[in-house]
């Protein structure tokens, strides 16, 4: 694009850092993002998700935790998909409490959780053999009228 004349915005930068991710060349996307950066673009919600996403799946859970705090010192406020990528890291690596505190984190914020990150705090408790936990988180969810869907009863 710039060979051509055009200056590169977030889209374009975010669309190339998505696939990088999606196709786990992490450190590619990285560079991309620190390019965008130093480029004067502000990168948004979308982009820090792909690389949160990314760094968690990636076991970099360290690297994921400062882009948050990078997140938050430049007042991009998290989003319910942000919340839902840590909500599910911190499950696969079998910290349930922590996952809870990160759902009561998003309540005190105002942010709703939707039937996709409940199910993944059901799908955890199931697996860790706490299943009474799991059917009183069923319990909010009908509570709330949020619509059960077949992963929650998978």
Known sequence: MEERGFKPNVVAYGTVIDCLCKNGLLEEALHLFSELKVK???PNIVIYNCLLYAMCN???????????????DNNISLDIVTYSILIDA?????????????????RKQGTELNVVTYNILVDACCKEGLVSKAEDIVGMIRKQGIGLDVFTYT
């Open 40 to 42: 004067g673009n502000r």
């Open 58 to 72: 990636s076991g970099q859970q360290n690297e994921a935790t400062s882009l948050l705090n990078e997140m938050m």
């Open 90 to 106: 911190y499950c696969e690596e079998g910290m349930i409490c922590k996952a809870i505190d990160t759902v009561h984190t998003m």
